[in-house]
């Protein structure tokens, strides 16, 4: 197991490098300037230059991509263009914020998602099924931030029963994680219906069942535990999603988390922060998807890694 990991991980390897590379040089072809940005229209073309040059924006893209990536090595992640700190210190600050409620926003989703799919499986069409499904249908069809804004609206405005923004307390994190998981648990309780009825068909849970086992006993220790592997997998590809999600719903709430850093770093052109915030996310897809992997192998004994 542990040589399949590690094996895992060199082969992500060059995928993460590529990955920065491309962003690195898209950043950089997008049209605008940062050193205009910073100095202004009215700044004569020698400031310009000596910016640019003191900045390491006059040398070619693959030697500015190469001295970023030796800088990466050693742990050096640059500082921002606009405010000089290290963007390191900048990440600190605001990737808890965004874990906080991308792991809140996961948790609210499974706890939601795994049991109305699996009671909708059971109950296959009864009203019970259509009324879960059609919630949770209109769940995946709306838009994170309409579902943000009508949270603020009702809860915020009308009852004031919880902060519209913030950071700092568990009551600051109510409603962005229900408008940030319970969409994700609309595709988590989708998910979950169709591999349960899926699993009931299949001749194990036929056997089962004609040995006389409870119904209950079939559901939990027959058909979830086989049905719980492409909601893993679902699972382990949201987590980057929801992580992306995180930039809409920390600007409709006013999070100071990576949502708004990305969104500032966009604006400002401030590539460093935004390389830095880049390679975070790849990272995240990298160990999502190695999470996944492993998952499976505890799931399901079939699954052996040569």
Known sequence: MWEYIWKRILMLIPVALGATFVVFALIHIAPGDPVDLMLGEMASQDAVDEMRQEL???KPLLVQYFTWLGRLFR?????????????????RQRV??????????????????????????????????????????????????????MLILVFGFYFGVAPISGYGSFAHLILPTIALGTIHAAVIARL????????????YVRTARSKGLRER????????????????TIIGLRIPNIFGGAVITETVFGRVGMGRTIVQAIFNRDFPVLQGCVLLLALLVIISNLFVDITYAFLDPRIQYD
């Not at 606009?82 to 210190?89: A, G, L």
């Not at 979950?192 to 001749?203: A, F, G």
């Not at 079939?218 to 893993?232: D, E, K, Q, S, Y």
């Open 192 to 203: 979950t219906r169709s591999s349960m009825l899926e699993c009931q068909r299949l001749d």
């Open 217 to 232: 006993r079939i559901v939990t220790r027959h058909v979830l535990r086989n049905a719980l592997l492409p909601l893993v």
């Open 96 to 149: 808890p914020v965004t874990l906080e409620l991308t792991f809140s926003a996961i948790a609210l989703a499974v706890l939601i998602g795994v049991p109305a799919g699996v009671v909708s499986a059971v109950k296959q069409y009864s009203l019970l099924d259509s009324c879960l499904m059609f919630i949770a249908l209109f769940g995946v069809s709306m838009p994170v931030f309409w579902q943000g804004m």
């Open 56 to 58: 390491g924006l006059d």
């Open 75 to 91: 742990g050096n992640l640059g500082r921002s263009i606009r405010t000089h700190q290290p963007v390191s210190t900048i990440l």
